[in-house]
């Protein structure tokens, strides 16, 4: 049973648009969601976080939004630079539990 | 600060072999995870050990174990190696804090073929 799930396996975006990742849950207990950025050859890299009392975090060009009555997560990346380019997992957390990841979103910023 | 370090960072076993990968954590850091990750299954958990005690396990075969030293170095062992073991294993560190609001540092992997 896929706790967290991001449904698009990838998403290409023209340099300076902006890309929007999505992910969505099932697990209602869950009280902090994470986004995760993966290079080749590297561990994944915390990006950004957002509590569930929140409904929007922002940290320079990277925005996330919480919908917890859709039970919907989405990242927003504006501009969208060639260095961005990266899988992106989402990942969810209950309390005193583990990190629930999704499958991930390879992210292609075409120059 | 050095990052978490993972050894090997590749290995090629055969079928019914055991393999032993080995993780130290950021120093100071008491929490440790374990991650597999395959292509298109994004990242199952493995288990997660905090000062030598097992807190937290995944849906993974007992052929699946591990344990942690009182230095917070960590270790999983995989036994009787299966074809689909081969994957990248992903250690992560974090501080009591950190662990709280789910934020890991993650080392490079070790990429494991089992032929």
């Known amino acids: 049973d896929q706790q967290v799930k991001q449904n698009s396996p990838s998403l290409s975006v023209q340099e300076g648009r902006i890309s929007i990742l999505n992910c969505d849950y099932t697990?209602?207990?869950?009280?902090?969601f994470l986004w995760y950025k993966k290079y080749p050859a590297e561990g994944p890299t915390f990006l950004i976080s957002?509590?569930?009392?929140?409904d929007k975090n922002e940290d320079g060009r990277f925005t996330v939004f919480l919908n917890k009555s859709a039970k919907h997560l989405s990242l927003h990346i504006v501009p969208s630079q060639p260095g961005d380019s990266a899988v992106y997992f989402c990942?969810?957390?209950?309390?005193?539990?583990?990190?629930?990841f999704g499958s991930g979103t390879q992210l292609t910023v075409l120059p | 600060k050095a990052g978490v370090t993972q050894t090997p960072r590749y290995l090629i076993k055969t079928r019914g072999q055991q393999v032993t990968l080995s993780c130290s954590p950021i120093?100071?850091?008491?929490?440790v995870s374990w991650y597999q990750q395959t292509p298109g299954q994004g990242l199952q958990f493995l288990f997660e050990?905090?000062?030598?005690?097992?807190?937290n396990k995944g849906n993974f075969p007992g052929r699946f174990s591990g344990r942690q030293f009182s230095n917070s170095r960590s270790e999983m062992n995989v036994s009787t190696l299966e074809l689909g073991d081969s994957a990248l294993y992903l250690c992560?560190?974090?501080?009591?804090?950190?662990?709280?609001?789910?934020?890991?540092?993650f080392g490079e992997g070790s990429r494991l073929t089992v032929l």
């Open positions: 697990n209602s207990m869950f009280d902090y």
């Open positions: 990942a969810a957390r209950a309390k005193a539990r583990q990190l629930t």
């Open positions: 050990y905090f000062s030598e005690t097992q807190r």
């Open positions: 992560a560190s974090s501080s009591t804090a950190q662990r709280d609001t789910g934020e890991l540092f």
């Open positions: 120093s100071g850091h008491r929490s």
């Open positions: 957002i509590s569930s009392i929140k």
